[in-house]
């Protein structure tokens, strides 16, 4: 906190006149730019460039988590809390599409019996993926009021984890930001 006995250095005084003023005129021809630039390709390859270092910026930003950078359903403790809790554990889910392609090559035999197999699997993989959803709904449900107090469970909360459950873990964003098996609390 400044000193209330010395004075405030920090406003700046106008320089001294060395010219006259310049006119209203002057100053808009001087902030005036032209509206199509005279060089329209370079103008072309300068915007590309500096849209692509965002994009890359903004990429960067959302892979390690940073809030200003992540869309509306990711941001807040909330869903900081579910990333990690579904990250920290092995979810049935993420073995969906190698379960799926090889269900899906079973299916090119002509044989019957093997036909009738893998549709049984894959019926029971789903019921097993909808079952380990609904556990980590409720066990979700269970933390999120233990750590943010009762009823205070954002909407879309439980689909949210289901749907960051079935991804690969290393193709998820934001990137994971807990190993697997740790304690998140």
Known sequence: MPNQDTPDTTVKTPAKKGAPTPSRAER?????????PTDRKAAARQSRAQLAEERAKARM????????????????????????VVDARLNIGEL????????ILL????????????????????ALVIVDSLVLGFTLKRRIERKFGPGSMQRGTRWYASMRA???RSIRLPKPAVKRFSQVD
């Open 28 to 36: 808009e021809a001087a902030r005036k730019k032209p509206l199509v």
């Open 61 to 84: 930003g959302l892979a390690a988590g940073d809030e200003r950078y992540l869309t509306a359903r990711d941001r807040g403790p909330q869903r900081r809390f579910v990333r990690d």
């Open 96 to 103: 969906m599409l190698p379960v799926l392609f090889l269900i």
């Open 107 to 126: 299916s090119f035999f002509n044989n019957r019996d093997i036909d009738v197999v893998s549709y049984i699997a894959l019926w029971a993989y789903i």
């Open 166 to 168: 079935i991804q690969f």
